[in-house]
């Protein structure tokens, strides 16, 4: 049994004994891969690499990464998307990894899942050290015969009372491993934002604390797993949540700038303003006029202002409005400064902390706005709900998280992304350009696709309905609607439709309840989770829905033997950011819509089509119900970022294949029960959670 760094097994040799371990086979794309990734972290370097559905990509990364772990003897960090992904690293891949590998490695592989605060119950809050914004959580009508309060009446008040029972038995205090869930409302009863947080000394339950334990485990483990939104934060505002380490793995790298400009971006609503007013009254003694003015001047100026981009700045009196709320949030941020020597309370400290988080947040994206930075864009947004009061909200997000990415990712470690997805028209360029990659002073880097076990043209068609009409504004034409049916009836259901908006899904669906003996379900009937494992369950089952079906559903085997795409996902055309950025790709010479739209689209048109096949058994269409695809001059460039399936516009041909796969389907096999992520209190890994 090794026991000294320089007597570790090889990369190559590790990947077997775990694939062996683990009942796989060898993929020459995994192991070319795992030596990829064993060469950029040893030196110094960074690599994109692709690697389609079921190349084991996971096992590629974590092989060499583990073993750098052990070599040096500090942590490296992996940093996922979606908690999909991340529950299967946690929960299966490095559970098994580290039983397969200990006894080459010389010893177990630890790691621990570090997610945000505001996902871990607060002892403090829980035990009634911050005051209570609700007017009231048990809705209690009257009292019991003692006097005693009867018990919460009310959703809310059953949710909190089923939280506090929870937060006495849970290990990890992460709201992941609460089954069934709490909607937002009742968890922010239990749980804080890293603003609100007392922090470290002054908390009276540091020690106790879920997300502290989290992060003191996470300094001395192997592999640390966390998210996009917290590797920003980490990476960005400085506040040093992940522990120090010089290697980087990012998956689903697709998502990176995405998630990057969500964190960096802000928004400002009178409702915020008004929060910050009444808290600065309620718990810290402050008047608060300024504030409320403030808040009402803001409404009443968005009021009178249609949704879409600021292009030529804030108008004057928003201007002034903007900034007359800065300084009354500096003005009450100063006030809400303990005075020097002043004793510390802990009632008064949570109160005034509340109070802080609020008017600081409020100041930060006022000043922000106020500035009115050229590399900021700045936009009003109106949100009309089913239910409740239209929301209009002030928003303000960088043009390009490009140049802090290779500022503050890129400069101060070795970066590993991937994706199935990261070549965009053939080539790994736009993805580069996208994360800080491109430009003579960017960091050297290596493009490279290891390609799929799968055998694309013989096991999925890609249809393009060339005889269709273009799309257009008014919702799917009659002629959509009719191919739709056409292709649904000959699949026999199966079909998976991925849809452009909520309004075209819900056409479709109750147009393909009418016309179709099939059980149609549309995204928004229920918990999505839920909807993919009816459809999943059921061959004679179709499932519609957008975005987030476009990128999370993996449902191997017959039961998803068709895929439809109504029209080509490009992005809206009065998006604030993406005109923004496409002006000022123009402004410089370039081609402002193949560059941001047409990318943005090739993209997510790969990320849909990559519903289809998820085995080496799978077999369907991919239908692309938008003639542009065909027809229009970026067609080629589209096609390029899809997998190479036999591409045919022939409808019948198409109906034929569907029959056929439909009439030879073998019985589904519906998905396995979900299981929470499991974390434990100790810095050893989940060696005994399900798989």
Known sequence: MPQRPDELPDVDTLLDTAVGALGGTRRDGQHQMAGAVQDTVTGGRHLLVQAGTGTGKSLAYLVPLVRRAVEKRRPVVVATATLALQAQVVERDLPRLASA????????????????RSNYVCLHKLHGGFPDDEASLFDVPGADASGGAAGPTSALGRDVVRLRQWADETVSGDRDDLVPGVPERAWRQVSVTAFECLGGAKCPEAT??????????ARGVDVVVTNHALLAIDAFEGRQILPEHDVLVVDEAHELADRVTSVVSDELTAAMVTTAASRSRAHAGLDGERLEA?????GAVLETMPAGRLAHGLPDLLRTVVASIRDAAREAAT?????????ADESADAARQLARASVTEVFDVSDRLAAEVATDVAWVSVTEPRTGPVRRALHVAPLSVAGLLRDRLFAERSVVMTSATL????????????????????????GLDVGSPFDYPRQAVLYVARHLPPPGRAGLAAATLDELAELVQAAGGRTLGLFSSRRAAEQAAEAMRQRLDVEVLCQGDDTTPTLVRRFAADAGTCLFGTLSLWQGVDVPGPACQLVVIDRLPFPRPDDPLMSARSQ????????????????????RLAQGAGRLVRSTTDRGVVAVLDSRLATAGYGGFMRASLPPLWGTTDAELVREALRRLDAAAPQVVPLPPRSPLQTHAGASPVGDAPA
């Open 584 to 603: 000022h790709v123009a402004q410089r010479g370039g081609n402002g819509f193949m560059t941001v739209s047409a990318a943005h689209a090739a993209l």
């Open 101 to 116: 590998l200990e006894g080459d490695l010389g010893r177990e592989v630890t790691h621990q899942t570090v997610k945000g």
């Open 294 to 298: 403030g808040a009402a001047d803001l």
């Open 208 to 217: 106790a604390c879920f997300s502290e334990r989290a992060r003191t485990r």
């Open 335 to 343: 006030a809400l400064r303990p005075a020097p020597g002043e004793k």
């Open 423 to 446: 070549t965009i028209g053939g080539t790994f360029e736009a993805m580069a350009g996208q994360v800080g990659l491109a430009g003579d002073d960017a960091p050297a880097w290596t």
